[in-house]
């Protein structure tokens, strides 16, 4: 079965550079949910879209971006980076109006470390 | 503040008995509640879910519990094999689609042969 795609998979930037990242969620998903885990940690809520819409908000730094396109893949834009924006970046889709909306299936993760 | 706590971050158990991991919440809204498995370098890999309408949830090895009263869920894996061994993670939402999960710290599973 056709799963969620993330590219790229490794992505080296240095400090105050532009980096972006890409999400193709599972075909029919309409949702789009980008996550940042750090070192040890667990997965953190940054943003979403529903129907190219913004749907929800989390800790999002407000030197990222997000949007979601007519095809529904979706694109993470991270603008004057930081040693600590280094993380595993996850996108997960869903369908909504679905009994099983609530789940997120998530993609392999885009690993971002900056120097 | 973390809402969502897996107190153990390591299990051991040996190959062919029951591994029982643990999940509390401190958020009353929360009404769905699903564990993932991962795998270093790795996505979360989505393995069972469960309403808060319901107690039990069932899928071939693995059984979620919620007591809602408690705020705690469970995760059995009955026979546990080596396979099983990743990083689990308890999530909680509180509205479908347009949700956030909100994670749990994770557990380490590790199954001896």
């Known amino acids: 079965a056709a799963g969620v795609i993330q590219s790229p998979r490794h992505l080296i930037k240095e400090k105050r550079e532009t980096a972006t990242l890409k999400c193709y969620p599972i075909?029919?998903?309409?949702?789009v949910y980008w996550y940042q885990q750090g070192p040890g940690q667990d997965p953190q809520f940054l943003i979403s879209?529903?129907?190219?819409?913004?749907?929800d908000k989390g800790s999002i730094p407000d030197r990222f971006s997000a949007q979601q396109f007519s095809d529904y893949h979706s694109e993470l834009n991270m603008s004057s980076l930081e040693l600590g924006d280094s993380a595993l970046y996850f996108c997960?889709?869903?369908?909504?109006?679905?009994?099983?909306?609530?789940?997120?299936?998530f993609g392999p993760g885009t690993r971002l470390t900056v120097t | 503040d973390q809402q969502v706590k897996q107190n153990s971050p390591s299990l051991s158990v040996q190959e062919g008995r029951i591994s029982i991991l643990n999940c509390d919440y401190t958020?009353?809204?929360?009404?769905?509640f699903l564990w993932y498995k991962k795998y270093p370098a790795e996505g979360p890999t989505f393995l069972i879910s469960?309403?808060?309408?319901?107690d039990k949830n069932e899928d071939g090895r693995f059984t979620v519990f919620l007591n809602k009263s408690a705020k705690h869920l469970s995760l059995h894996i009955v026979p546990s094999q080596p396979g099983d061994s990743a990083v689990y993670f308890c999530?909680?939402?509180?509205?479908?689609?347009?949700?956030?999960?909100?994670f749990g710290q994770g557990t380490t599973l590790q199954v001896k042969p």
């Open positions: 999530a909680a939402s509180g509205s479908p689609g347009t949700g956030k999960l909100i």
């Open positions: 958020n009353s809204m929360f009404d769905y």
């Open positions: 997960a889709s869903s369908r909504m109006g679905t009994g099983s909306s609530y789940e997120q299936y």
């Open positions: 879209f529903y129907e190219k819409m913004q749907s």
């Open positions: 075909p029919r998903h309409d949702t």
């Open positions: 469960i309403s808060s309408i319901k």
